[in-house]
Structures are given as C-alpha cells and as structure tokens.
C-alpha cells in the first residue's frame, strides 16, 4: 500500500538479447539496489523486445503509474537501437539531433579520432523538451523527458547514468531491513510468523528457503520506514525462531 | 512479426526479494534459454511483487497475449506466498487442498520425519481444473492451468520444474544463430548493417558493443529458422566487417 509520500519506480529492459537469454540481464539487480537505496520502491519492472510499439506501450503503462520510469537499452547506433524514437512518439515529439550531445559526442570522437558518420549521429537523437543524461564511459548521453530516464543497456555504462541522475531524484522514506536467519524449513516457520505479519502490518515480512549444506535454512527478512517498530517485531521473530529451534532440538538462537 | 506458426511465451517473476535487489534474478537468463532451445519466443517478463491484485492483472495480461505464461515464485508455505490464491482468482476458480499435492507432499514429509501443520498445506492448495508440475527436489509441486505455469523461485526447482514440463510444450520453428564478431565499435558498422537488414527482412539482425582490453568490440548476432538465409545473410556480414577490418587498418578477418 503506498503512502502519500512513497516514491515508486518502474523499469522498462529493452532488447531483444535478454529475451534470447544471449545476454543475462544484470541491470534489473543494480537498479533494485539503486532504488533500495535511496528510498525508492521500485514496483515493476517490465523485459520488452525492441519492438517501437511494445515501447511505446510499456512507456506509457509505466509512467502513469509511477513517480519515475527508468528505461535500459537500445541507445546505440545501430538499427536495432530504436528506444529513442519509441520515446519519442510516446511522449509526442519529434526527435531531431540534439546539437548539447551532437557537441558532447564530437568532442569525444575528435579526441579517439573516430569518423563521424550517419550511424553515430543516431545517438544525437534527443526527443525534443528532454534533459541529457551524461554518459562518462563512452560519452553517448541518455535522457530525461517528463519522469521518464532513457539510459545505456551496458552495465558499466548505465550505472554510471544512475550514478549521475541521482542526485535529481527524490527519495522516499528510507526503508530498514533486519534479516533473521533460521535453521528450521518455511514449513515451520509459516504458521507463526504469519500470526507475527498480522500483528505488524507496518514491517513487511518476507519468508526465503535456502538450501543449506547439511541443513534446511530459511532468512525472514523484516523491512519498514519506522525503526522502533522493525526492532520490536524482528525481537519477536527471534523469540518465534529461537522457540523453533528448541522444538526442533537445534542448539542454536536465530542469527541476524 | 509472429507468423502463424509462432509459439510465444511471457514470463512473471513474482517477488519483492527481487524488486528490493536482496535476491538477484536468475530465473529470467534460465527461462530464457529453456525457450530459445525449445523454439519458443520468448516475448516479454514482467517482474512484480507480491501483492494478489499485481499477480491477477499480469496473469490475465500474458495469457492473453502468449501461447504460454510462465510464473516463478510464491508457491511455498509463508503468509507471503500468494502466487496460487491469485493464479486461481485470475481464472475465477477455487483453490482446494489438491488430494494428489497432499499425497506427494506427505509422502515426503514421512521421509523426512517432518510435521504436517496448516502452513505447510498451505503448499498442497491448487486451482479446481489444474494439472500438477512435480517437483523432484523438494515435492511441493507447481501446476498448469489453461496456458498457464505456476513454478517456484528457488533457481533449483525452477529449472527442475521447466525440465518436467518440456515434453508437454508445443515448440515453435527451431531458430537458428550465427554470431560474427567484429574488431571495430558499433558506430562504424551501424550504416551497412542496417542496409544488410533492410535486404534480408527474415533474418533478424542484432548489434551488441562489447568493452575489449585493448579495443571496443561488436558482436553481431544473426538468427533465423530458416538456414539457408541465415548463412547467405551471415557471409554478406562476414564481408561487410572484413571490408570495416580493412578500412580500421585491422589486420584481422571477420570471426564467428
């Protein structure tokens, strides 16, 4: 349930590769952590292929719904790379050479002596009425338009852009987390800790089976924005654990 | 552009594990491969996270669009674990204790000495008209209902899960890749693949940079079911970047 103040993200990953399975995606992991940490709550994020139509479609889904759209892939120079132009039409507007990246990317090509030529004059392309996103890795820039931010699909390269975008985003609460580690199964574990869930309905608690060597193991995790509250439920889960344990004959408390 | 004979999927991860960045996604590279070896086109994931009303709407969005809806995450036996509650909501049936899970489910626990309680039935609960997805490792079974799969998260039983159901899945046309790698950046080569691409329509062509050591590095990647084309296609590439190769003053032919 989002409160007034939450602050909530999408993510759109475009490319074809990933669906392919060529390319395992590990863009969705960094953004998740990026969101994490600054309060954001990331709701959604959407694999799409580079197709402008499914773009346009999950762009406009995306960013009714929520505070920021982060968009990954298909800002190349090559024809497959078409996330500007899906953007574009989404928002509406026209997507001419932006002479602010034409200039960014002249500078670096002049440096590398690198030809300039139609192809990498594509990634000049910026949907009118949007900001750039620099790029310090390879200096094509990604933008902002509306609470939309197009970035790279290579790893390096999009970090980089979140690192840079970060600073005009607005974070929410700040959300904790306690992990409390057991050594019984789920199975155990469920029944009470869902009595402990209706008890706290503010610490959101999540239930992750593991599969231990020599054991089953299982890490609750308790998350909320209101620290007294998350050390006073996660005190009970401990109790709740620690009396697991005992049932089941473990000589061991519940580990954080 | 899906012909008649395409066989499609979509992909649901559902987790908050996975949109906090705590676990990071495997199950999407893994489905991913299943599908491309099978002929499926994988067209589309969404990763959302565990709230009833998320997982009915994604449901009923994939299973309109795609042959087959896969689902991972959510079936185990924690207050959290809602995927079967809302898979049967989104088919609007009810979600019985299932004689056959409780059997496969018992028979396991007598094994293994472990009790049967409410939260570990919770597990044995499956949609009225559902057939049953064994689980070799660890018993507690996912299920198929209308085009839809319901699997488990833990990256192990995933993959035992797909293993199991491949034999019951149509595949598509049998695609087909060559890879060419290039030793010049995508920015040279946008121009002429995009030309490549326009001629041969049934050949999909993508373009993905690479960091080298030394020098940046494209990987142009050709896939297609029809072989013929494929490889008439990938000599035309082969050419293009040898005649790159040569414009660079790179010694160096162009590499499958």
Redesign the interface.
């Given at each position: 349930m989002p409160s007034a103040d939450s602050v909530t993200a999408g993510l759109l990953?475009i490319g074809?590769?990933?669906?392919?399975?060529?390319?395992?995606?590990?863009n969705?992991?960094a953004t998740?952590?990026?969101?994490?940490d600054l309060g954001i709550d990331?709701?959604?994020?959407?694999?799409?292929?580079?197709e402008t139509d499914?773009i346009v479609v999950a762009v406009n889904a995306l960013r009714a719904r929520y505070t920021y759209v982060f968009t990954t892939g298909g800002i190349?120079?090559?024809?497959?790379?078409i996330t500007a132009d899906a953007v574009a039409k989404a928002f509406g507007v026209a997507l001419p050479i932006n002479a602010q990246a034409r200039a960014l990317l002249e500078a670096r090509w002049q440096q590398t002596g690198?030809?300039v030529?139609?192809?990498?004059l594509?990634?000049a392309r910026i949907p009118e009425g949007a900001d750039l996103i620099v790029n310090s890795v390879s200096a094509a820039p990604g933008f902002r338009i509306g609470n939309v931010h197009v970035m790279a699909g290579?790893p390096?390269i999009m970090r980089a852009m979140l690192e840079a975008i970060a600073p005009t985003l607005k974070g929410g609460k700040k959300v904790m987390?306690v992990t409390v580690k057991a050594a019984v199964?789920?199975?155990?574990?469920?029944?009470p800790?869902?009595e402990l869930?209706?008890l706290y309905r503010d610490v959101?608690?999540?239930?992750?089976?593991q599969?231990g060597k020599d054991r089953v193991m299982t890490e609750l995790?308790l998350?909320s924005s209101d620290p007294v509250l998350l050390e006073e439920a996660a005190d009970k889960v401990r109790t709740m654990v620690a009396a697991a344990h005992a049932e089941a004959g473990i000589d061991l408390p519940a580990q954080d």
């Open positions: 990953v074809d590769e990933i669906l392919s399975g060529r390319t395992k995606d590990v969705i992991g998740a952590d990026f969101c994490t990331l709701k959604e994020v959407r694999v799409i292929s580079d499914e190349g120079p090559t024809h497959d790379d690198t030809e030529n139609a192809a990498r594509r990634m290579v390096l987390s199964g789920e199975g155990t574990l469920g029944g800790l869902g869930q209706a959101k608690m999540g239930s992750y089976p599969m995790v998350r």
